[in-house]
């Protein structure tokens, strides 16, 4: 459980609700998470102080064990769009969410249309803050309704992995750069609907 605590103290869950109202700020971080994250961090900090042995304190104030140096997070290499990012929405996203009638209004196809967002009237991504997009939550969540790509086209769309949500997510935070103009072309825009 201390290997997903941030560096904050906090834990980040992400929700998996329909967003039915709008969101209200607590000052607990990660955004629209914030509700359900500041649950989880409490009940995790109880789990912990549960798991310590019971007895007297020491007196002395315990420090954390620093984490090892690793290679920088996604989030701090700068994102390629075109390298990175164009061909995870080619490749899972567009044949649905493009064309003439995209699924639930969302079109992937531009950053305006992205920022737009679909029939739920909430911006599918807010540049500079994953935590706040709509898109996140839809491509990362194990157990998300509904989850994307849904399972029964998974064959031919594949969900994104763990790793390209990550970079997603750091394209995202990074300001979500697209090219000037760049409308995207699904390879196969013939999905049965």
Not at 51 to 70: C, D, F
Not at 84 to 106: V, Y
Not at 138 to 164: C, G, H
Request: aromatic share 6%.
């Amino acid at each position: 459980m201390l290997s997903t605590q941030e560096a904050s103290g906090a834990w980040h869950v992400a929700r998996r609700a329909f967003p039915f109202q709008p969101t209200m700020d607590s000052g607990f971080p990660h955004g629209r998470d914030s509700w359900i994250s500041a649950s989880a961090t409490s009940w995790a900090v109880m789990a912990i102080a549960h798991a310590l042995p019971a007895g007297q304190a020491s007196g002395k104030l315990a420090q954390a064990a620093q984490p090892r140096a690793t290679k920088a997070s996604p989030a701090l290499q700068k994102v390629n769009f075109e390298k990175q990012i164009k061909p995870l929405l080619e490749r899972s996203c567009l044949a649905c969410h493009s064309g003439e009638r995209p699924r639930g209004l969302l079109r992937v196809d531009s950053r305006d249309a992205l920022v737009k967002g679909g029939e739920s009237g909430m911006a599918a991504i807010t540049p500079g803050h994953s935590e706040q997009s709509l898109l996140v939550d839809y491509i990362s969540s194990l157990d998300a309704e509904p989850e994307m790509p849904p399972t029964a086209v998974r064959a031919r769309f594949p969900k994104l992995s763990q790793d390209e949500v990550a970079r997603l997510r750091a394209w995202i935070d990074q300001g979500a750069d697209w090219p000037n103009g760049l409308t995207l072309k699904s390879p196969d825009s013939r999905v049965k609907r």
